[in-house]
Nanobody
Framework: QVRLVESGGGSVQAGGSLRLSCAVS????????MGWIRQAPGKQREGVAR???????RYADSVKGRFTISRDNAKSALYLQMDSLKPEDTGVYYC???????????????????WGQGTQVTVSS
């Protein structure tokens, strides 16, 4: 089983930046597809971005052009660089990992995906 631990959340003003990190351990053979999901207060979880094992990224329309996902397989780490943050980006961000076979942003929400405990991101206006 893969284990995911997020870090890097915090509070920032609108227009600011944050970088989230995710440390990956355990059975990484089931973590070919990795990404980030988030949950805003009172809302359902939504997919933010994913990166395939070949490094190809995909983003939700709401973050395209502002967020950048990357991975360092040698360090077993996943990152999310968040720039031009908006108040609507506020929420708990979860690192996600699943097998490579189905690697869409929306697939990160399926119960067959592993998630970390989450890190809080708060963007004030």
């Amino acid at each position: 089983q893969v284990r995911l631990v997020e870090s890097g959340g915090g509070s920032v003003q609108a227009g600011g930046s944050l970088r989230l990190s995710c440390a990956v351990s355990g059975d990484t053979s089931s973590a070919g597809c990795m990404g980030w999901i988030r949950q805003a207060p009172g809302k359902q979880r939504e997919g933010v971005a994913r990166i395939a094992d070949d490094g190809t990224p995909r983003y939700a329309d709401s973050v395209k052009g502002r967020f950048t996902i990357s991975r360092d397989n040698a360090k077993s780490a996943l990152y999310l660089q968040m720039d031009s943050l908006k108040p609507e980006d506020t929420g708990v961000y979860y690192c996600a990992a699943r097998p490579s076979e189905h690697c869409g942003v929306s697939y990160l929400l399926l119960s067959t995906t592993s998630w970390g405990q989450g890190t809080q991101v708060t963007v004030s206006s």
